[in-house]
């Protein structure tokens, strides 16, 4: 079962990823794919980097992250991940990644999904999110296969 089943009312927006050497690569073949798959929409073109988020650390932050793009505009694609990539340093690992997510609006909350609690590693799924009174809750599901 996908997360958004289990509970129809987390919402996870649309997002594709590419690797930095596909990016290298073949650069128009990256921009087609976001422009057939968001068209007009606005995006953000956000970093995922192989050492970004770790067993032993996170680097939640470290990187470039560029709203409100339109996808449908190649050059401001073209600047939004190269900014990203810039970001990952002068030579960027095979496994860094950039996605682009849908942008999103009247959010009533946001959080964070886990597939292990990040206090000890236990195999749960922990759903840590914040609503707009500004208080963080925590919801930890016991990791049945079914989700």
């Given at each position: 079962?996908?997360?958004?089943?289990?509970d129809?009312?987390?919402?996870?927006?649309?997002?594709?990823?590419?690797?930095a050497?596909?990016?290298?690569i073949?650069?128009?073949?990256?921009?087609?794919?976001?422009?057939?798959?968001?068209?007009?929409?606005?995006?953000?073109?956000?970093?995922s980097?192989?050492?970004?988020?770790?067993?032993?650390?996170?680097?939640?932050?470290?990187?470039?992250?560029?709203?409100?793009?339109?996808?449908?505009?190649?050059?401001?694609?073209?600047?939004a991940?190269?900014?990203?990539?810039?970001?990952y340093g002068?030579?960027?690992?095979?496994?860094?990644?950039?996605?682009?997510?849908?942008?999103?609006?009247?959010i009533?909350?946001?959080?964070v999904?886990?597939?292990?609690?990040?206090?000890?590693?236990?195999?749960?799924?922990?759903?840590?999110?914040?609503?707009?009174?500004?208080?963080?809750?925590?919801?930890?599901?016991l990791?049945?296969?079914?989700?």
């Open positions: 079962m996908r997360v958004g089943e289990f129809s009312s987390i919402f996870i927006p649309d997002f594709e990823f590419f690797s050497s596909d990016w290298l073949d650069r128009d073949a990256q921009l087609a794919t976001l422009r057939e798959r968001f068209g007009g929409q606005l995006v953000a073109v956000r970093s980097a192989s050492d970004e988020d770790g067993a032993h650390s996170s680097m939640a932050g470290a990187y470039t992250s560029v709203l409100n793009v339109f996808a449908s505009d190649p050059q401001a694609m073209i600047s991940v190269e900014q990203v990539l810039t970001s002068s030579t960027p690992n095979a496994g860094d990644q950039v996605l682009i997510q849908s942008m999103i609006t009247e009533d909350a946001a959080g999904i886990t597939t292990h609690c990040v206090d000890d590693g236990a195999p749960y799924y922990v759903i840590i999110f914040r609503l707009l009174s500004l208080a963080y809750h925590r919801l930890v599901l990791k049945t296969g079914q989700i």
